[in-house]
């Protein structure tokens, strides 16, 4: 069965860090592209970054650019988003996502892991 | 503000036909695809259409898309109760050089 599963969300401080996991199965990570989606509480989607097969190109939503980075480990069919210098506004449920098709395209998505900031 | 606009809500009766619109503009809508996701209450949201009016398998005929210049629309016919979701549409921006997506229409079956 395909699957991604997310882990590493919890409450941090405004200016912490924190960084999210999510672990693939049932395919194989390496010949696809990736990428993270979040969702604030009772808003919509919100596309947060792309990484290519092997890594070497990464694409990221303004707002996070400079304290977020989106990396992967092809043998350990895992993806990583790096989040620091957290503020409020970064406060949501993030999806691990398997890009189909175009860049705005998802077929397999995570369960999500929340992510509150908050002193 | 979302990128793309859509109707934050919608509604229809059992068996009716609802059409959620989606407007953009020629640096998203108008020079590429348009995808629809579908979310559950609760829920991680699911692929409903692709490349504007393609349907991965598995996704009942009652939901197709089109798009037009930089709008694009998701039709429900045979509405059911357990189409009540919210629904998103997405595409690429060449001038913000990112995915966008609509601020999404809540659907509701009366």
């Known amino acids: 069965e395909v699957q991604l599963v997310e882990s590493g969300g919890g409450l941090v401080q405004p200016g912490g860090s924190l960084r999210l996991s999510c672990a693939a199965s049932?395919?194989?990570?390496?010949?696809?592209?990736m990428k993270w989606v979040r969702q604030a509480p009772g808003k919509g989607l919100e596309w947060v970054a792309n990484v290519n097969q092997d890594g070497s190109e990464k694409y990221y939503v303004d707002s996070v650019k400079g304290r977020f980075t989106i990396s992967r480990d092809n043998a350990k069919n895992s993806l990583y988003l790096q989040m620091n210098s957290l503020r409020a506004e970064d406060t949501a449920v993030y999806y691990c996502a398997r890009r189909f098709g175009d860049p705005q395209g998802v077929d397999v998505w995570g369960q999500g892991t929340t992510v509150t900031v908050s002193s | 503000q979302s990128v793309l606009t859509q109707p934050p809500s919608a509604s229809g009766t059992p068996g009716q036909r609802v059409t959620i619109t989606c407007s953009g503009s020629?640096?998203?809508?108008?020079?590429?695809?348009v995808y629809w996701y579908q979310q559950l209450p609760g829920t991680a949201p699911k692929l409903l259409i692709y490349r504007n009016d393609q349907r991965p398998s598995g996704v009942p005929d009652r939901f197709s898309g089109s798009k037009s210049g930089t709008s694009a629309s998701l039709a429900i016919s045979g509405l059911r109760s357990e189409d009540e979701a919210d629904y998103y549409c997405?595409?690429?921006?060449?001038?913000?050089?990112?995915?966008?997506f609509g601020g999404g229409t809540k659907l509701t079956v009366l």
């Open positions: 020629s640096s998203n809508i108008g020079s590429t695809f």
């Open positions: 049932g395919f194989t990570l390496s010949t696809y592209w």
């Open positions: 997405a595409a690429w921006d060449d001038s913000l050089s990112g995915v966008v």
